[in-house]
């Protein structure tokens, strides 16, 4: 049983152009993060037409070195079965562009709302330094030793966002699933996933509007693309 998971950042939101930590601040999408979210549903439409029963017996032969034509029950071929959130009106409207298609509701799970970034929240990279100058250092040379002033840390984030990406994941075996959510929470999942120390989550891209795909062979995740930036 192969289970696929979509996991997307968000598009750009109103005001992107300074970098800024929004954190848990609730900023809309830009017309263009609308965009850019649209071209990311039209390629999950294009890739899940990939998956299916050559996917199955892929994982027939590599897992039950089986050739068996048994096929999936009940599953229909090229959609999504569900799409997640976060609250965050970012990551919803994003769902929904994703969901649209499938005819799907989305579930909001507030467990993957991004990181409170506590006084830092609002302020542009450029501001941080200079305000807070050591802090600032010393969270990014370590984010999981170091927090943002009044602001949620790593692990925090990282026992809410694996706790709802279990629950997700338990309740879709074999399906094909989007979850949507944000910069922070998605590189805390890959790393999760990866087995790569927390420590280390500024290592992994997450642009506007990228799209990682993730396989599920059994419990086994294997993730078959990273930060993929499908649009302009």
């Known amino acids: 049983m192969v289970t696929t998971l979509y ?10 152009g300074a970098k800024r930590y929004l954190g848990s601040i609730d900023v809309p999408l830009s017309e263009r993060g609308i965009q850019q979210i649209r071209d990311v549903s039209a390629f999950i439409r294009e890739d ?29 071929e090229g959609t999504l079965q569900a799409v997640y959130s976060s609250d965050l ?3 919803m409207t994003s769902g929904q562009i994703v969901a649209e298609p499938y005819a799907l509701r989305v579930t909001v799970i507030p467990e993957l709302r991004e990181r409170s970034f506590g006084i830092w929240e609002g302020m542009t990279f450029s501001e941080i330094k200079e305000a807070y100058p050591a802090e600032f250092e010393s969270w990014a040379a370590n984010p999981l030793k170091y927090s943002p002033p009044e602001g949620e ?23 094909r699933i989007a979850i949507v959510a944000h910069g922070g929470v998605n590189r805390i999942i890959l790393c999760h996933l990866l087995g790569i120390p927390l420590e280390n989550i500024f290592r992994i891209e ?12 059994e419990k086994y995740p294997v993730v078959k693309l990273m930060n993929g930036m499908v649009h302009g």
Do not use: C
């Open 89 to 91: 009106s970012r990551a």
């Open 206 to 217: 997450q642009g506007h509007g990228a799209v990682n795909i993730v396989e599920f062979w």
């Open 48 to 76: 899940l037409k990939t998956l299916g029963p050559a996917q199955h017996a892929s994982y027939l032969r590599e897992v039950h070195r089986s050739l068996h034509a048994d096929t999936e029950s009940g599953k229909k």
């Open 7 to 16: 996991l997307v950042r968000h598009g750009e939101t109103e005001g992107s």
């Open 153 to 175: 840390n790593t692990t925090e984030v990282h026992e809410r966002a694996i706790r709802a990406l279990d629950m997700i994941m338990r309740s879709h075996g074999g399906d």
